[in-house]
């Protein structure tokens, strides 16, 4: 039985734009197809971590608007608990704008509101010794660092999900961390002109148990105590690449609650994140389990159709 998992960041509203290909300059171009979406990379990886029927709570901020009540109604809808997403008066909720080609390709423009309360007063930190694993973003940095000390006092493993943003905080945070998993341009940003192995070796000098990068198509590279590894993506035809990453952060932590080793984690991320590219949308695509294992039942393996 998978214990709970706890999800720290962000929460949005996507408004997600189908086009022929992206713009290169000023133009108007028409749309093919338009959704709205939950998002945010937090909420989008709790939503993966319940879809493959795992119990899961976000703590997170949104305003108490519209867009929050969305936000949150979303959420629920798909089983993630939402006790702690606090709705603050003077903030407005998070949205983003993602313009999507018929590669898969995208571009993102997100509006996050930098008056947002940073406080964690109100988180119920005595919860945290209760959870399997911790999954974080980096867009409330206070909250990082208050729940991860508090799962390092617990012995309860730490995920970090390092996109672009926070990299001064990164060395306080990654003392913190158990499993620092990088995009490629974050790791070129925090540890720059490094070859990719010889950076995440340098960050696991900072105390982790395994620093890894997520590499979109190209798969995915990790280094700890064993020596590390390397997964190739699954090959399917990408519609919309938009949350992909967020998708394998959440069922790389899944897995992880399921006391499964890396390789197997990485495996069972890549073909999660692979299955939600399928679909427009950061969360449409999302699998269950049964999508997995029929989707590894039928051989599909890392890096073939």
């Not at 936000?71 to 949205?95: K, Q, W």
């Not at 699954?234 to 992880?256: I, P, R, S």
């Not at 590894?296 to 890096?303: D, K, V």
Request: proline share 4%; hydrophobic share 45%.
């Amino acid at each position: 039985m998978t214990g709970r998992i706890i999800c720290i960041g962000h929460a949005a509203l996507d408004r997600v734009f189908r086009v022929n290909t992206l713009p290169r300059g000023p133009t108007k171009i028409r749309a093919l197809e338009y959704i709205e979406s939950g998002g945010g990379i937090a909420a989008n990886a709790a939503v993966a971590i319940s879809r493959l029927g795992g119990k899961v709570e976000l703590w997170s901020r949104v305003g108490d608007d519209d867009v929050g009540a969305r936000i949150r109604a979303g959420l629920v809808a798909e089983g993630v608990d939402t006790r702690y997403v606090a709705s603050f008066e003077e903030a407005r909720s998070s949205t983003s704008a993602v313009i999507v080609d018929d590669a898969g390709d995208r571009v993102v423009v997100g509006a996050r509101d930098v008056q947002m309360p940073s406080s964690t007063s109100w988180l119920p930190l005595e919860r945290v010794k209760e959870a399997q694993a911790v999954l974080a973003d980096l867009r409330w940095l206070e909250s990082v660092r208050a729940v991860f000390g508090a799962a390092r006092s617990a012995g309860v493993p730490t995920i970090l999900d390092i996109d672009l943003g926070g990299r001064e905080a990164l060395p306080d945070l990654l003392s913190l961390t158990d499993y620092a998993i990088f995009t490629e341009p974050a790791l070129e940003d925090f540890l720059p002109n490094l070859d990719l192995k010889s950076g995440l070796d340098r960050a696991m000098l900072h105390g982790v148990r395994h620093a890894g990068v997520t590499r979109g198509a190209r798969g995915y590279v990790w280094r700890d105590s064993f020596g590390g590894g390397e997964i190739p993506a699954y090959a399917v035809d990408a519609v919309d690449t938009t949350g992909a990453g967020d998708a394998f952060h959440g069922a790389f932590a899944l897995a992880l609650s399921e006391r499964r080793a890396a390789v197997d984690c990485a495996r069972f991320a890549a073909a999660v994140a692979a299955l939600k590219c399928m679909r427009l949308g950061s969360r449409a695509g999302l699998p269950r389990r049964t999508d997995v294992e029929a989707f590894l039942s039928r051989g599909a393996s890392p890096g073939a159709d």
